[in-house]
């Protein structure tokens, strides 16, 4: 948009505009978007619960996962070339994904997975290693979070949004640092913090910012 075409936008016949976390509010609202609110994305909290007995193979601990699509926006190379003990496991599936097979081979690619069969290789995760920096909220973070996976990442619009340093992972530009500190995190803060962000609490407050129809 045109400097112009944001100001006219920004003073439209809205009642509100509805973004999913706090910094795209105030990034909003220094453009002008006077009625901007934050209504978060929500995730679902019964369906990502840790599973005791996954149907997956162990792996070698600590286990630090990155799941999501294989694209050069998401930079998951920047996780693969870290410095970590234990196991890398990969799930997602992309553009990148076979020369990062192929430069990688000490990972564990399992593939794109959704439903149960992703629950089950998350179980067996104990840091999410979140590198991207373009995001507005990242929702496979507070997916994480509800399987009580400390979250490693940037400190950048959507995880700064939903992760307190220290409590549910750590934001850092140094992500080895960060993902070595989550092994300390507790699983409890992770899952407690995911359950703010339920489907119904994202439900309640898209319902407080709708305006009635005159």
């Known amino acids: 948009l045109t400097p112009h075409t944001l100001h006219s936008h920004a003073q439209g016949p809205a009642a509100r505009v509805m973004v999913s976390t706090e910094t795209l509010r105030q990034h909003l609202r ?8 934050v209504v978060p ?4 909290t019964d369906l990502f619960v840790r599973n005791t007995a996954p149907g997956v193979e162990p792996l070698a601990g600590p286990v630090f996962v990155y799941f999501g699509r294989l694209a050069p926006e998401k930079d998951p190379e920047e996780f693969l070339k870290l410095d970590l003990p234990g196991t890398k496991l990969v799930v997602g599936d992309g553009p990148l994904r076979p020369g990062l097979e192929r430069r990688y081979p000490a990972a564990r690619f399992v593939g794109f ?7 089950d290789w998350l179980s067996i995760a104990d840091v999410f290693v979140f590198p991207s920096q373009t995001e507005t909220f990242g929702l496979v973070v507070l997916e994480a979070l509800a399987m009580g996976i400390p979250v490693a990442a940037h400190n950048v619009m959507g995880p700064r949004d939903v992760i307190q340093n220290g409590v549910h992972g750590y934001l850092s530009d140094d992500l080895r640092e960060a993902a070595l500190g989550c092994l300390k995190i507790s699983r409890e803060e992770c899952r407690n913090r995911a359950l703010e962000f339920s489907w119904s609490a994202s439900a309640e407050a898209f319902a407080k910012n709708l305006e009635p129809v005159r």
Do not use: I
């Not at 220094?30 to 609110?37: L, N, Q």
């Not at 994305?41 to 679902?44: E, F, K, T, Y």
């Open 113 to 119: 997975k959704r439903g149960t069969q992703l629950v």
């Open 41 to 44: 994305l929500g995730v679902d």
């Open 30 to 37: 220094a453009s002008g978007f006077a009625h901007a609110v």
